[in-house]
C-alpha cells in the first residue's frame, strides 16, 4: 500500500471515532506526522493505532484507557522506533516550501507590474536570499510549535500562535523583505520575467507535492 493510500484510508476511517476519542486520536497523529520520521511507516503506525482504538471504542473504551494518561511519552516511544525520515524526504519538504515561498513574491511582483506599471516593482538577490533564509526556517519553527501545543490545557492559544506565525512567514514576511532588506545585486524584472519564474516554481512545486 502507498504513502497516499495509507492516508486515505486514515481519513476514511477516523469518521468512526467519537468526538472525544477523534480528538485525543487526532494529537498523536499530527505528533507522529510532524517528528522526524519516514513518511510511509509514520502513516503505516497511525493507522494500526486508529484500527486498535476503533476496535477498543467498540467495547465501550476511551482513548485516554487505550493509549495512557501519558500521550505523549507514548508517541515519543514509538517515535523513537520508527525509521528516520530519508534525506529525499527532507529536501522534498524543504523545497516545497521554498517554491512556495518563491512563487509568493514572485506572484506579488508580477501583479505589481502589471496593475501599477508606474511602480516600477523591482528584487534584488538580497531579497531572493532573505526570503530563502526565511521560508528554511518555517517547517522547524511550525512543526516545534505544534509538536508543544498537542496535548496541552493552552492548545487552543498555542495553535491561534501557529497560525499567525505561519501567515506571517507566508505572506507579510516576503512584503517586509522588499520594501526593509537593503537591495545588493538589483535585478530589472518585467511581468513576463516574474510570471515566467512564478510557472516554473508553480511546477516545481506541483511535482514535489506529488512526489510525497
Not at 15 to 44: H, P, W
Request: glycine letters at 6%; charged letters at 20%; a positive charge.
Amino acid at each position: 500500500m502507498t504513502t497516499t493510500a495509507f492516508i486515505e484510508l486514515n481519513n476514511k476511517r477516523r469518521k468512526e471515532l467519537t468526538a472525544q476519542n477523534e480528538a485525543f486520536y487526532k494529537d498523536i497523529m499530527l505528533y507522529v506526522r510532524g517528528s522526524n520520521v519516514d513518511q510511509r511507516a509514520g502513516e503505516e503506525l497511525l493507522l494500526e493505532l486508529l484500527e486498535h482504538l476503533i476496535d477498543a471504542q467498540a467495547r465501550g473504551k476511551r482513548a485516554v484507557e487505550v493509549f495512557g494518561i501519558h500521550p505523549e511519552e507514548y508517541c515519543k516511544k514509538l517515535v523513537d522506533a520508527l525509521p528516520k525520515a530519508s534525506i529525499k524526504e527532507k529536501a522534498a519538504l524543504y523545497g516545497s516550501v521554498l517554491s512556495f515561498g518563491g512563487m509568493w513574491l514572485f506572484g506579488l511582483l508580477g501583479a505589481a507590474q502589471l496593475l501599477w506599471p508606474e511602480l516600477q516593482p523591482s528584487i534584488a538577490v538580497s531579497h531572493i536570499a532573505a526570503v530563502v533564509l526565511v521560508m528554511l526556517l518555517l517547517p522547524g519553527t511550525v512543526l516545534t510549535l505544534l509538536k508543544k501545543s498537542l496535548f496541552s490545557t493552552e492548545k487552543s492559544r498555542m495553535e491561534n500562535m501557529i497560525w499567525a506565525i505561519t501567515i506571517g512567514f507566508t505572506w507579510l514576511v516576503p512584503i517586509a523583505i522588499i520594501y526593509f532588506v537593503p537591495a545588493t545585486l538589483k535585478i530589472e524584472g518585467s511581468f513576463f520575467l516574474y510570471g515566467s519564474v512564478f510557472a516554473g516554481l508553480l511546477l516545481v512545486h506541483v511535482l514535489l507535492k506529488k512526489f510525497k
